[in-house]
């Protein structure tokens, strides 16, 4: 799952984790797995990428579009698989 939330951006590692786990506790969804935060430095804003226990869970937090963090609505979205590259014939 993906997150996009500008109350993240200029924290630490473990500010970011804390703020998001009581965002996903309030949704009654468990603690992830992991978090892990990106952002390239020609882009915008970064991205929380966060792995929960459960794809169910993940489905769930995904079909609720919005999480709110600390008092800000933040955008939700689901990562798709990628079809894999065509071969290229020789």
Known sequence: VVIRSSKLENLDRAQRRSLVE??????GVAAPEAVRWYKKETSGGGLLYVRLNHPQAAQELIAME????????????????????AKVAK
């Open 66 to 85: 919005v999480l709110e963090i600390d008092g800000e609505k933040a955008k939700v979205y689901g990562i798709s698989k990628g079809k894999p590259a």
């Open 22 to 27: 009581k965002a996903l506790e309030a949704k």
